[in-house]
């Protein structure tokens, strides 16, 4: 073979880059290919050739992806079986989360997964919603249920959260609420003794404010923290302390590894047939284990576990001398076994931790004292992750690094100081439940404060710069910290520039309205070359969707709005006014209409921005009826073409908007008043405002049937194109143009894991 063609002597980091690309390339197509869309790629490994492995590497990733894709897409309801009711026995395979129904406090709510007994058709995981009733669930436990069955789909928009890709990772091929139940089996096994540990949790510490972080750090069941705690960890930077982790693991890891290496010494007899090290890393992979064990083995705390793992065996072979080495092989072993696990932000974080750890404490840099070395090392966590952080949440808490400082050594000490409280607390309750109890206390104690430092003004600032920006300041970071006489080295801090300007997506003239896909309510983003509009922020049930936050901070941040001009408040309805709360919290707001505390919007404000006039038409102050029928309209125009907003208006706002503005009603965009409920959309109403586009906020599927058919034929009739922002996502276009053509994020944007753009 002529030298020139022999295979490259890759580096294996090399080679599992190429596996990772792979991976990755199948995670942005819109649609999976057929299997033979692979054969060159395949192909191209065959021959000799210099870079035959780099080919197979990059094959095996797409080929792997694709079939871990096409598995679980075949396991999802199908969407032409959406709303069927079967009966369907099975177990309850996670820790129920327990709520309250604000509409009816003496009743439950529960949440779970649910594995069906094994046929043809059902999914192998179902995420369930059991509402009002006096039952109690408990993990591991057979049910008889009939479920409503429903189809994988969420709201989609540019930066918001992807519920959908959320239950492919999860592996949940549908969702379901309870019609009705009975209990079939008790629980056993593993889910059995989680629950019965929550339940001793619960008994031991009555009415203990840190109760639920103890079963978050020690079982890893959350449900028993509330929006308001996960806040303060945000703003604070905590939350990878609260969530078992790489972190948590690896704590308890170093824990048995200690301890197992100790007691070795104690038998010197021991010392000849296994040396203390070995012995230690043996002790700390059962530690590791059996602590998995206890927090459920699921997705993200395998992942961990896997990781450390892996560590354990390479200390244990003595193979520790090269940890980027090791490192890269456990990242290719995750995602050899779950390839779609790459879209989980978890897995990028620990990660990014881990390599930034070695990075610092492996050799690379001088060894200064320990106090300035963990200094350095939070520091470095803080620059290395700010890119990965700022990408996955749309900002960064800028105390984090002082608190995680004081909070990371709490934590370390905390965690094995409750699981072995826990212990005692079941073997010899006499010691155990003092030190339970004080550990709570001090958990208590670490919360308190970080509740303190999350009152520091700005704590988290809320910014998401382009994803060229961060990809320059990771390698500016690695740059920062690589060893001194690198030559590129003195350009890190320029690579940071960049995150200082955010996207520019502006329209040069005119307005850009945004209809965003809030699922059944109303968020409307409207915006000129200088200035930017809030109407309305979508609906927020208590611990669970907040559009305000999963939709219209992260939409806003990423369009480069960091600042609101002005907030109009329709009215008062949660599907309207639930997200206006956290709009309000993450960013900085101009003048406000129609929020608490503010003035109230009604008829006869008028402003011009960069050539383009708003002007409200109702309510006057003295309108009656309904707050529906007292819900804000605003009026946009520009190069005499105009939108309208409507709201909730109902038949008598319509009337009174027909007596009091009559021509000024014709519009070119409109938003259906009310949905597209049948209350509203009156004949005359839509012979007024002629529209040629008109846009319905309401959910796929709407359990109100939104828009209705009658509504819907109205606007045939009168020649309108009609889109639903739950079918297609976020709909947004510029005005004024010749031919109306939004873009429709559904269809334009969607991977091959969101449901398609059909009703």
Not at 185 to 191: A, D, F, M, P, V
Not at 347 to 358: M, N, P, R, T
Not at 705 to 728: D, F, I, K, W
Request: glycine share 10%; net charge neutral.
């Amino acid at each position: 073979m002529d030298p020139g063609q022999r295979p490259v002597a890759a580096d294996l980091r090399v080679l599992i880059l190429w596996f990772t690309l792979g991976v990755l390339a199948m995670h942005v197509l819109r649609e999976l290919p057929p299997w033979y869309g692979l054969l060159p790629f395949f192909l191209a490994a065959l021959p000799r050739w210099r870079y035959r492995r780099h080919a197979l590497f990059l094959a095996l990733g797409l080929g792997l992806t694709l079939f871990q894709a096409q598995r679980e897409l075949a396991q999802r309801w199908p969407a032409e079986r959406h709303g069927e009711v079967l009966i369907l026995q099975g177990q309850v395979s996670s820790l129920p989360e327990q709520g309250r129904d604000p509409r009816a406090p003496q009743q439950r709510v529960w949440r779970f997964r649910f594995d069906p007994e094994t046929a043809p058709g059902l999914p192998r995981h179902l995420r369930v919603s059991w509402y009002r009733t006096q039952e109690v669930v408990r993990a591991g436990e057979c049910w008889r249920l009939e479920l409503k069955l429903r189809t994988p789909h969420g709201s989609l928009n540019p930066g918001g959260f992807d519920y959908e890709g959320w239950l492919l990772r999860e592996g949940v091929g549908g969702t379901a609420t309870v019609r009705g139940a009975s209990r079939c089996g008790e629980g056993s096994g593993l889910l059995a003794l989680r629950q019965n540990l929550l339940d001793a949790i619960n008994a031991w510490l009555p009415h203990h404010p840190a109760a639920p972080m103890v079963a978050a750090l020690t079982l890893g069941e959350q449900s028993g923290l509330h929006d308001a705690d996960w806040e303060v960890f945000r703003q604070t930077g905590t939350s990878h302390l609260v969530a078992i982790s790489g972190f948590n693991i690896a704590i308890v890891a170093a824990l048995g590894f200690f301890l197992g290496r100790w007691l070795w010494t104690l038998w010197p007899p021991l010392l000849l047939r296994l040396p203390a090290q070995k012995a230690g890393w043996i002790v700390s992979g059962l530690f590791a284990l059996a602590y998995s064990a206890v927090a459920g083995f699921e997705a993200p705390v395998a992942r961990a576990a896997l990781m450390a793992l892996f560590v354990i065996v390479a200390g244990f072979a003595n193979r520790l001398g090269q940890p980027s080495r090791v490192l890269a092989l456990a990242w290719f072993l995750i995602l050899l076994l779950d390839p779609l696990a790459i879209t989980s932000p978890g897995l990028w974080l620990s990660f990014g931790a881990v390599a930034a750890i070695f990075y610092v404490g492996g050799g690379r840099l001088a060894r200064p004292h320990w106090l300035r070395a963990l200094v350095m090392l939070q520091l470095m966590l803080t620059v290395v992750l700010m890119p990965l952080t700022l990408y996955f949440f749309h900002g960064l808490s800028w105390p984090a690094p002082l608190v995680n400082l004081l909070a990371v050594p709490a934590f370390a000490l905390l965690t094995p100081l409750l699981l072995v409280a826990m212990l005692l607390a079941a073997l010899w309750p006499a010691a155990g439940l003092p030190l339970l109890t004080w550990s709570a206390d001090a958990l208590q104690w670490l919360r308190l404060g970080l509740e303190a430092a999350a009152q520091w003004p700005q704590a988290w600032i809320a910014w998401s710069p382009a994803w060229p920006a961060l990809l320059l300041a990771l390698l500016g970071a690695v740059l920062l910290f690589a060893p001194r006489g690198l030559p590129l080295r003195p350009l890190a801090l320029l690579c940071f520039l960049p995150l200082a300007f955010p996207p520019q997506r502006a329209p040069p003239s005119g307005f850009e309205l945004a209809a965003l896909d809030v699922g059944q309510g109303l968020a409307v983003v409207v915006r000129t070359a200088h200035h930017s509009l809030l109407y309305d922020a979508g609906p927020a049930f208590d611990e669970g969707f907040d559009a305000g936050d999963s939709v219209v901070v992260p939409y806003l941040l990423t369009q480069g709005i960091g600042r609101l001009d002005r907030l109009l408040l329709s009215h008062g309805d949660n599907d309207h006014a639930g997200g206006i709360a956290a709009v309000q919290r993450r960013l900085a707001i101009g003048e406000q209409f129609g929020t608490p505390g503010h003035a109230a919007c009604v008829e006869g404000l008028r402003w011009s921005w960069d050539g383009v006039d708003f002007e409200t038409l109702y309510p006057a102050p003295d309108s009656p009826g309904s707050d529906n029928n007292r819900s804000c309209v605003l009026r946009i125009e520009s190069g005499g073409q105009v939108a309208l907003l409507t709201g909730d208006i109902e038949r008598p706002a319509e009337q009174a908007l027909l007596e009091r503005h009559g021509p000024r009603l014709r519009a070119d965009l409109l938003l259906s008043p009310h949905h597209g409920s049948h209350s509203s959309s009156t004949a005359p109403f839509v012979d007024a405002v002629q529209p040629r586009l008109v846009i319905h906020p309401a959910a796929w599927r709407s359990s109100f049937g939104h828009p209705r058919p009658q509504v819907v034929a109205r606007y045939e009739t009168a020649g309108a194109r009609q889109l639903v922002t739950g079918v297609e996502g976020t709909v947004r276009l510029t005005l004024p143009a010749t031919a109306l053509q939004p873009e429709l994020w559904r269809r334009q944007a969607g991977h091959w894991w969101n449901a398609p753009a059909e009703p």
